[in-house]
């Protein structure tokens, strides 16, 4: 979601309220994972917000509203500049709300464009998502619907988790969970998440922190090639690619990927988790060490002449070696004398 001027909330569209509990609605912004999306003022403290009015199927007195209060209690609790904060799980009228961060910037789906980004700019997003990942599972969460229009970069350049841990409740995350059974009858909308859907959501399996890792590792090759690794026509023969088919390494389809890129790529996207990073931490770890080589090889390409050439050294080391040790002998012959 893009920021933009506060409307007049006299211009609001008739369909929009005016008022979500304490929050001045100004805008709807469309429809989302959670239902209807819009940007509000909280009265209370002062911020623009976001609020997602839940589906009624999720009623406030049924089971799942009980656990969607429960694992909004918990979000509200996890804080990371790479995470959109959740403030409250609310009710009104008999229907629940959620209250989140608002995030000004563009969806990465839009900034990729189809187009591969600089290198050196798709590892700087990528490690923002792993510092992020490690935080949120950490504090024992998983996002399950990780995809680039799951993340924001902000004005600052800076990549932002959106619905992280809430993915039992979105209609992506029931797609993922899903697309095994549903294999041979999955619609055509449902590419845009099965693209980045791990080998174990799609045969139905146990999932870990592993499979965020996979939905990242798809997100990655993405930004350095505009393509996703796993295409196809249909969202059946997606699900089948990321089963079977193993993507061409990004650096034979891109100019200036580097091989540590492929390594890295290839290990996000291997099909067995055991194969995968241990950690989003760990991942972090290996991307600052290409982030480093990256701007070591930036400085190394402005630098200018030493002023010692390394052939001028090494004489007057020698020189320096030969008087220390003849300083030496000669201190060893005074002690034997």
């Known amino acids: 979601m893009t920021a933009v001027v506060d409307p007049q909330t006299s211009a609001l569209p008739d369909s929009t309220p005016t008022a979500i509990g304490p929050y001045q609605v100004l805008e709807r912004l469309g429809a989302g994972g959670l239902g209807e999306v819009f940007r509000a003022r909280d009265t209370v403290h002062g911020r623009t917000v976001v609020i997602k009015r839940v589906p009624s199927a999720i009623a406030p007195d049924s089971e799942r509203g ?13 804080s990371h500049p790479g995470i959109a904060s959740l403030y409250e799980c609310g009710e009104q009228d008999g229907a629940l ?3 989140q961060e608002f995030v000004p910037g563009q969806h990465l789906s839009e900034l990729i464009g189809g187009r591969p980004l600089n290198p050196r700019r798709a590892i700087e997003i990528a490690l923002d998502v792993a510092d992020a990942l490690a935080v949120l599972h950490h504090e024992g969460f998983h996002h399950d619907d990780l995809g680039p229009d799951n993340l924001v970069i902000t004005p600052k350049g800076h990549a932002k988790l959106l619905d992280a841990g809430l993915a039992a409740f979105t209609a992506g995350g029931a797609i993922r969970s899903t697309a095994g059974s549903r294999l041979g009858n999955l619609p055509v909308s449902a590419l845009s998440t099965v693209r980045y859907l791990s080998p174990e959501q799609a045969l139905g399996e146990q999932i870990d922190q592993r499979s965020d890792l996979f939905a990242l590792g798809a997100v990655l090759y993405e930004m350095l090639t505009g393509q996703p690794p796993f295409d196809a026509a249909s969202a059946d023969a997606v699900v089948l690619r990321v ?4 993507p061409q390494p990004a650096s034979r389809t891109t100019a200036n990927v580097p091989s540590e890129m492929d390594m890295i790529v290839g ?16 991942l972090a770890d290996d991307l600052r060490t290409v982030k480093t080589v ?8 402005i630098a200018t002449t030493p002023d010692i050439p390394e052939e001028r050294s090494r004489p007057t080391a020698l020189i320096l070696a030969v008087v220390v040790a003849i300083v030496v002998i000669a201190l060893i012959a005074w002690w034997v004398f």
Request: hydrophobic share 50%; proline share 0%.
């Open 97 to 99: 709300y959620l209250v």
């Open 294 to 301: 990256f701007d070591a090889g930036l400085e190394h390409t």
């Open 267 to 282: 290990r996000l996207l291997a099909k067995s988790l055991e194969r995968r990073y241990a950690s989003a931490a760990a």
């Open 66 to 78: 009980a656990s969607l209060r429960a694992v909004a209690q918990a979000l509200s609790h996890v």
């Open 243 to 246: 089963l079977q088919a193993t």
